[in-house]
């Protein structure tokens, strides 16, 4: 019996050993979208002074995963909307080749999908709602079947849903039963591409009673998704605290949570930090924090530095105020690596 009790001993710590060696994070990803543009447009990428593939940097700092955004039919001459299938099946072909999960974020929209605008596709706009409710199916299929990812969200910060006016479900006129049909036949399609693919439904509520209403509704009646997947900007979504309380509310549905959106200044440029306080050292410990909250975690566009609302997010810098010559942020090394010296 003393054998056998020091046997079963040994190898929980010899398991708990492996626990403690593996990742901190289950996921630490980033949103890359726009990385071909970026490129095409002429920016490079350092880490440490050395000049290098942007996703061999992020590999260095733990990133596993890479999502991406998808459009119907945009206006590929546009930095903002280039995401259209070829486009992302180039992107998630090199991201792969270099060990990378997907997570697909399908807009369902030839442009942006938020909280205010969920617009349908050209293509797709005199359709019934049963024709709807066909077509998210067969594309979602589709779209999966040739991208193959590990993740897929059933659109983009769907607060009042997705494909408006169908899937519409705010008041006055909202309708919950359209809602629940178009996510669980997107759900569905991708289950059929690939019955291991997890699916989100990805909202950017900024209050708890807020996530409540929209989660109580949905799951009011029969719907199928995987994962709740959530956004959090300080200027959008008020300080941790705040956001702390809304993801305990997601977190009661008892789905796993992701952050699919995550994002914060690191200039103290006034024209978007009013308060002047945002440095790379804020940055990196908003991440910290964040991480302590909730370990999967995808920060948004790290790489664009293009635009200055969004460059101002990235977890890269101009090089001598030279906007296309970059160099990584300490915020960078918050997901892991080491910091520049």
Same mark, same amino acid.
């Given at each position: 019996m003393?054998?056998?009790?020091?046997?079963?001993?040994?190898?929980?710590?010899?398991?708990?050993?492996?626990?403690?060696s593996q990742k901190a994070y289950a996921i630490k990803g980033v949103d890359i979208s726009t990385l071909l543009r970026q490129e095409a447009d002429g920016v490079k990428y350092h880490e440490c002074g050395v000049q290098k593939d942007p996703i061999a940097?992020?590999?260095?700092?733990?990133?596993?995963?890479?999502?991406?955004?998808?459009f119907v039919d945009p206006n590929t001459k546009d930095t903002g909307?280039?995401?259209?299938?070829?486009?992302?099946?180039?992107?998630?072909?090199?991201?792969?080749?270099?060990?990378?999960?997907?997570?697909?974020?399908?807009?369902?929209? $030839?442009?942006? !999908?938020?909280?205010?605008?969920?617009?349908?596709?050209?293509?797709?706009?005199?359709?019934?709602?049963?024709?709807?409710? !066909?077509?998210?199916?067969?594309?979602?299929? $589709?779209?999966?079947?040739?991208?193959?990812?590990?993740?897929?969200?059933?659109?983009?910060?769907?607060?009042?849903?997705?494909?408006?006016?169908?899937?519409?479900?705010?008041?006055?006129?909202?309708?919950?039963?359209?809602?629940?049909?178009?996510?669980?036949?997107?759900?569905?399609?991708?289950? !059929?591409?690939g019955k291991k693919i997890v699916t989100i439904v990805h909202v950017a509520e900024n209050k708890a009673a807020d996530a409540k209403w929209y989660f109580d509704n949905l799951l009011a009646s029969s719907v199928s998704f995987d994962v709740i997947g959530l956004s959090y900007y300080q200027e959008y979504h008020g300080d941790l605290a705040n956001f702390k309380a809304t993801y305990e509310q997601a977190k009661s549905y008892g789905k796993k949570i992701i952050i699919c959106e995550l994002g914060e200044y690191y200039t103290s440029d006034s024209a978007i930090d009013t308060s002047k306080s945002a440095t790379e050292e804020t940055q990196a410990k908003f991440i910290t924090d964040v991480l302590a909250i909730n370990s999967d975690?995808?920060?948004?566009?790290?790489?664009?530095?293009?635009?200055?609302?969004?460059?101002?997010? !990235?977890?890269?810098?101009?090089?001598?105020?030279?906007?296309?010559?970059?160099?990584?942020?300490?915020?960078?090394?918050?997901?892991g690596g080491s910091e520049c010296k």
């Open positions: 003393y054998r056998k009790i020091s046997y079963a001993m040994i190898m929980m710590l010899l398991l708990l050993c492996v626990m403690a940097i992020f590999k260095d700092h733990g990133i596993d995963l890479v999502r991406m955004q998808l909307t280039a995401m259209n299938l070829d486009y992302v099946k180039t992107l998630a072909a090199r991201c792969k080749a270099a060990g990378m999960k997907i997570m697909l974020d399908i807009h369902y929209s $030839d442009t942006w !999908a938020n909280p205010g605008i969920q617009t349908k596709p050209a293509a797709w706009k005199d359709l019934t709602q049963e024709q709807l409710v !066909a077509k998210v199916f067969e594309y979602t299929k $589709d779209v999966c079947s040739q991208i193959k990812p590990a993740y897929v969200q059933i659109g983009n910060e769907i607060n009042c849903g997705l494909l408006w006016p169908n899937g519409n479900a705010c008041p006055p006129d909202g309708n919950w039963d359209n809602l629940r049909a178009l996510i669980t036949s997107a759900h569905k399609g991708a289950k !059929a591409a975690v995808v920060y948004w566009e790290p790489a664009w530095v293009w635009n200055s609302p969004v460059g101002y997010r !990235a977890l890269f810098k101009p090089i001598s105020g030279y906007p296309k010559n970059v160099e990584m942020t300490k915020g960078l090394s918050a997901f």
